[in-house]
């Protein structure tokens, strides 16, 4: 035995015809996962399917599927996709939240307005999640935007989160607004720790 | 800029704009998955140039165009060729071969059907030195070889080399960590210092062109138990790899493995594999149960 030539048992490449949309669809309720992860594959070639992709999303229980549904959705980006993804971001399912949030990093146009609306919620922890995806976001805006997180937010720990997003991105203009920002919580030691880190790697120090 | 002979391509720094690099590289990673960034501009062009002359193309323009609508798809190929890297030696990252016959191969043994063949994919493969590796390894150093029919598969999106990968030529250099003994063993001397594999090896290896990017030409490969894709997925964009990762969660059986090399790590990527540390290196394998 040992080594043996394989060409006899591979197939060779066949033509496949693109499958139609509610051919897909069909596919993506099958009970089959693998059958689940094609169809969510082959719904990237069917940007009208793109909030059944968000649908299954919300349903979908098999890592690998999800996996493929959200790299589908990266590549049918739009701010309605955008909008569908920041609605996990609420989600008590941890996994499913971090996928998001990795996906909304990869689609800067399509999510800057639905992260515009995400930093003024109620919810701390929503604009934390924002926040952390700005941070990672390859937007002309995203300082500005984190500039304006430390200028107006009132929680501290959305702040804080803002700071090591500047630390990342922040250019010398964020200078000013993180002096301010240590005045605002003067008394707070991690504060101001973290703005000194932010601030030496703006300088390069 | 346009320029109308060969002469005026060599004088010129630049045959296209910022304008046209970017619609370029959108291009050639949508054909690829390979994604050149600003700083690459200066490699990419150098070879464009090369290849307008080659093909006789008036412009940057006049290329592109023959470039995006022949139907050959030929001079893509070539274009691919000129711009992938492919150099390589045998036994490199040892470890991960280390890896594969201490613990990767033992694990796929003990949960594979009798009978069924065990199947390993080295892509990119470049001109050979990885999945010869990996079969002078097998052959050497796994007691069980004997007992399991191997098949190694091995792909690239470059013509070229794989046609040196086929002939199985060496020279000095990709053999500097082929001790002697396992140079008498499996290749033969040629009269102008090269190198020459031996037939049973090389016609044991499945050479195949494939673009990993293109569901048409990966779907045929199937219940694969080891992957080894080594140095690749640092040439592709975040997205580029998610997809890359996920064909291969699709190529494999349950339970099959996939080996990166030592810069790539799939934690960056996906997280629908298991990390599992296997000596000095960390593979990651698709789970056992998975769906």
Same mark, same amino acid.
């Given at each position: 035995?040992?080594?043996? !030539?394989?060409?006899?048992?591979?197939?060779?490449?066949?033509?496949?015809? &693109?499958?139609?949309?509610?051919?897909?669809?069909?596919?993506?309720?099958?009970?089959?996962?693998?059958?689940? !992860?094609?169809?969510?594959?082959?719904?990237?070639?069917?940007?009208?399917?793109?909030?059944?992709?968000?649908?299954? +999303?919300?349903?979908?229980?098999?890592?690998?599927?999800?996996?493929?549904?959200?790299?589908? +959705?990266?590549?049918?980006?739009?701010?309605?996709?955008?909008?569908?993804?920041?609605?996990?971001?609420?989600?008590?399912?941890?996994?499913?939240?971090?996928?998001?949030?990795?996906?909304?990093?990869?689609?800067?146009?399509?999510?800057?307005?639905?992260?515009?609306?995400?930093?003024?919620?109620?919810?701390?922890?929503?604009?934390?999640?924002?926040?952390?995806?700005?941070?990672?976001? !390859?937007?002309?805006?995203?300082?500005?935007?984190?500039?304006?997180?430390?200028?107006? %937010?009132?929680?501290?720990?959305?702040?804080? &989160?803002?700071? %090591?997003?500047?630390?990342?991105?922040?250019?010398?203009?964020?200078?000013? %607004?993180?002096?301010? +920002?240590?005045? !605002?919580?003067?008394?707070? &030691?991690?504060?101001?720790?973290?703005?000194?880190?932010?601030?030496?790697?703006?300088?390069?120090? | 800029?346009?320029?109308?002979?060969?002469?005026?391509?060599?004088?010129?720094?630049?045959?296209?704009?910022?304008?046209?690099?970017?619609?370029?590289?959108?291009?050639?990673?949508?054909?690829?998955?390979?994604?050149?960034?600003?700083?690459?501009?200066?490699?990419?062009?150098?070879?464009?140039?090369?290849?307008?002359?080659?093909?006789?193309?008036?412009?940057?323009?006049?290329?592109?165009?023959?470039?995006?609508?022949?139907?050959?798809?030929?001079?893509?190929?070539?274009?691919?060729?000129?711009?992938?890297?492919?150099?390589?030696?045998?036994?490199?990252?040892?470890?991960?071969?280390?890896?594969?016959?201490?613990?990767?191969?033992?694990?796929?043994?003990?949960?594979?059907?009798?009978?069924?063949?065990?199947?390993?994919?080295?892509? /990119?493969?470049?001109?050979?030195?990885? /999945?010869?590796?990996?079969?002078?390894?097998?052959?050497?150093?796994?007691?069980?070889?004997?007992?399991?029919?191997?098949?190694?598969?091995?792909?690239?999106?470059?013509?070229?080399?794989?046609?040196?990968?086929?002939?199985?030529?060496?020279?000095?250099?990709?053999?500097?960590?082929?001790?002697?003994?396992?140079?008498?063993?499996?290749?033969?001397?040629?009269?102008?210092?090269?190198?020459?594999?031996?037939?049973?090896?090389?016609?044991?290896?499945?050479?195949?062109?494939?673009?990993?990017?293109? /569901?048409?030409?990966?779907?045929?490969?199937?219940?694969?138990?080891?992957?080894?894709?080594?140095?690749?997925?640092?040439?592709?964009?975040?997205?580029?790899?998610?997809?890359?990762?996920?064909?291969?969660?699709?190529?494999?059986?349950?339970?099959?493995?996939?080996?990166?090399?030592?810069?790539?790590?799939?934690?960056?990527?996906?997280?629908?594999?298991?990390?599992?540390?296997?000596?000095?290196?960390?593979?990651?394998?698709?789970?056992?149960?998975?769906?």
């Amino acid at each position: 035995m040992a080594l043996v !030539r394989a060409s006899q048992t591979i197939r060779p490449p066949q033509e496949a015809a &693109a499958q139609d949309l509610p051919a897909v669809l069909a596919d993506l309720a099958s009970p089959d996962a693998s059958v689940r !992860r094609a169809a969510a594959r082959s719904l990237a070639a069917h940007p009208e399917g793109a909030m059944a992709a968000c649908d299954q +999303l919300e349903k979908e229980t098999s890592p690998s599927v999800r996996a493929v549904l959200f790299t589908t +959705l990266i590549h049918l980006q739009t701010p309605k996709v955008a909008e569908r993804l920041s609605a996990l971001l609420r989600s008590d399912d941890t996994p499913l939240r971090n996928a998001a949030i990795e996906a909304l990093q990869e689609m800067p146009e399509a999510a800057a307005s639905v992260l515009q609306s995400l930093l003024k919620d109620e919810n701390s922890d929503v604009r934390i999640f924002a926040v952390n995806i700005i941070g990672a976001l !390859r937007h002309p805006q995203a300082p500005e935007w984190l500039g304006r997180v430390i200028r107006t %937010d009132e929680h501290i720990n959305v702040c804080a &989160a803002a700071v %090591d997003g500047l630390a990342e991105i922040g250019g010398t203009e964020s200078l000013d %607004d993180l002096e301010e +920002l240590r005045r !605002r919580f003067k008394d707070n &030691a991690f504060m101001n720790f973290a703005i000194d880190a932010a601030i030496s790697r703006i300088r390069g120090l | 800029m346009e320029f109308s002979s060969t002469a005026a391509a060599k004088k010129t720094d630049s045959v296209m704009g910022d304008g046209e690099y970017a619609k370029f590289c959108e291009f050639f990673y949508r054909k690829t998955g390979i994604h050149f960034q600003e700083g690459k501009k200066y490699y990419v062009e150098r070879r464009i140039i090369d290849r307008i002359e080659k093909t006789r193309s008036t412009s940057f323009r006049d290329y592109f165009t023959m470039l995006r609508f022949q139907a050959s798809g030929e001079e893509l190929q070539f274009l691919v060729n000129s711009m992938t890297v492919n150099e390589t030696y045998f036994f490199r990252e040892d470890y991960q071969f280390d890896a594969l016959v201490n613990h990767i191969l033992p694990n796929v043994a003990r949960t594979k059907q009798r009978g069924a063949p065990i199947r390993i994919w080295s892509i /990119p493969c470049s001109s050979g030195e990885e /999945p010869y590796s990996i079969a002078i390894n097998i052959l050497e150093r796994w007691n069980l070889a004997d007992s399991w029919n191997i098949e190694i598969h091995a792909s690239d999106i470059d013509t070229k080399i794989l046609a040196e990968a086929r002939s199985g030529i060496f020279g000095e250099r990709s053999l500097s960590r082929v001790s002697s003994q396992l140079r008498s063993k499996y290749f033969s001397p040629r009269a102008n210092g090269d190198y020459q594999i031996c037939d049973a090896l090389r016609d044991s290896i499945d050479f195949s062109l494939v673009n990993v990017v293109d /569901p048409m030409q990966t779907r045929r490969f199937r219940d694969f138990d080891i992957i080894f894709c080594r140095n690749l997925l640092i040439y592709f964009d975040d997205v580029g790899r998610r997809e890359t990762v996920e064909m291969f969660f699709d190529v494999l059986g349950a339970g099959g493995f996939v080996c990166l090399g030592h810069s790539e790590s799939m934690s960056r990527m996906s997280s629908i594999f298991l990390p599992r540390k296997f000596g000095e290196t960390i593979v990651y394998q698709k789970p056992l149960s998975a769906e």
